[in-house]
């Protein structure tokens, strides 16, 4: 069993084409983050690439933001599903959405999946996004 409370380390962060079999290290071979999942019930998750540098021009902020997740809500575990209700996201169509991630835990690594879904760096097909967390002491 998994004990969710507490602070989690990113580990690891892509995506795998469904049809090619693909993968795109979108955030980067050594991405930045954590989520934190307190026993309130609140989520608060934030990912970075591992290739982000102060912005030095207008279009930078732009590209920030395509290199970053973040989003906080209500969490409840459905099973091997890991269910938030978003209240607040770097992307605002999140917000009154319902996050879905299937989980997996080997007494240290929790393994996180999403359902398949479109992604731009993929036209036409639909990739998982995977996301591997260990547990700050």
Known sequence: MVDFIGTW?????????????????????????????????????????????????GADPAALHK???AYTGRWSIDGDKIVTLVDGAWDPSWVGTEQVRYFTFDG????????PFGHP??????????????KEA
């Not at 084409?17 to 050594?30: N, T």
């Not at 989520?43 to 970075?48: A, D, Y």
């Not at 240290?108 to 359902?115: F, K, N, P």
């Open 67 to 69: 290199s970053m997740i």
């Open 108 to 115: 240290r690594t929790l393994s996180v999946r999403s359902a």
């Open 9 to 57: 380390r990113l580990v690891s962060s892509y995506f795998v084409a469904q049809e090619s079999g693909d993968r795109l290290d979108v955030l980067g071979a050594e991405p930045f983050g954590y989520a934190v999942f307190e026993s309130t019930g609140r989520l608060i998750s934030l990912l970075t690439s591992d290739a982000r540098t102060r912005a030095a021009s």
């Open 121 to 134: 760096s993929f036209p036409g097909q639909e990739v998982i996004g995977y996301v591997d967390w260990e």
